[in-house]
């Protein structure tokens, strides 16, 4: 089954505390990406990558970082957390002849 | 730059009735347009997308969009809507050519009312 899984889906941690969600795909997909979902705010593009070692940076990359050393993986990682960082994050991947899948989110809330 | 506009946060409907989501983008480079769906508590799922060809497109469970270059819209609409519709809906946008970018609106949630 085509599918996108992070983990954790749920996180409860402090200020400045590091952390990583990872993202994983099963498609052998190209492109990956990273979103936040704020209400009010829709989906926010953090960072995007086009393929192994190409990553770029979205609409909202402060305070955020990724790698991309597997085609699979593209884990989402934030040195020092801070509470305007809590927010339900996607993490996404297509091919170009594909559509985008979507994983089930990962909601963080940062004290 | 590209940005989208979703006009309407909340939009009430009763059930089997039509209804219309609207979207309106803003772009210096031809675009790929989108409408996803998620419903409560999960991720999105991809409605449907305009890459070319015509303008009208048929997506999932019902759903077309028309794009309408000269007034920069991709509107999303049902002829009869049912409870299971119930859910918010965003409309994204990114240049052609690429899908590096992409901006989604800030969604619209559809209510369908028994």
Request: charged share 15%; glycine share 6%.
């Amino acid at each position: 089954e085509a599918q996108v899984t992070q983990n954790p889906r749920y996180l409860i941690t402090v200020t400045g505390k590091k952390l990583t969600v990872t993202c994983s795909q099963n498609m052998n997909h190209e492109y990956m990406s990273w979103y936040r979902q704020d209400p009010g705010l829709g989906l926010r593009q953090i960072y995007y990558s086009m393929n192994v070692e190409v990553t770029d940076k979205g609409d909202v990359p402060e305070g955020y970082k990724v790698s991309r050393k597997e085609k699979r993986n593209f884990p989402l990682i934030l040195e020092s957390p801070s509470p305007n960082q809590t927010s339900l994050y996607f993490c996404a991947s297509m091919s170009v002849t594909d559509t985008q899948y979507f994983g089930p989110g990962t909601r963080l809330t940062v004290l | 730059a590209q940005s989208v506009t979703q006009l309407d946060s909340q939009v009430p409907v009763f059930e089997e009735a039509p209804v219309e989501l609207r979207c309106n983008y803003s772009s210096s480079v031809s675009v790929y347009l989108f409408w996803y769906v998620q419903y409560p508590n999960q991720g999105l799922q991809l409605l449907l997308k305009y890459l070319s060809g015509s303008t009208l497109v048929k997506g999932i469970n019902g759903f077309e969009a028309e794009f309408n270059k000269s007034q920069t819209s991709f509107h999303l609409r049902k002829p009869s809507v049912h409870i299971s519709d119930t859910a918010e809906y965003f409309c994204a946008v990114s240049p052609q050519g690429g899908y590096q970018k992409v901006t989604f609106g800030t969604g619209t949630k559809l209510q369908v009312i028994p």
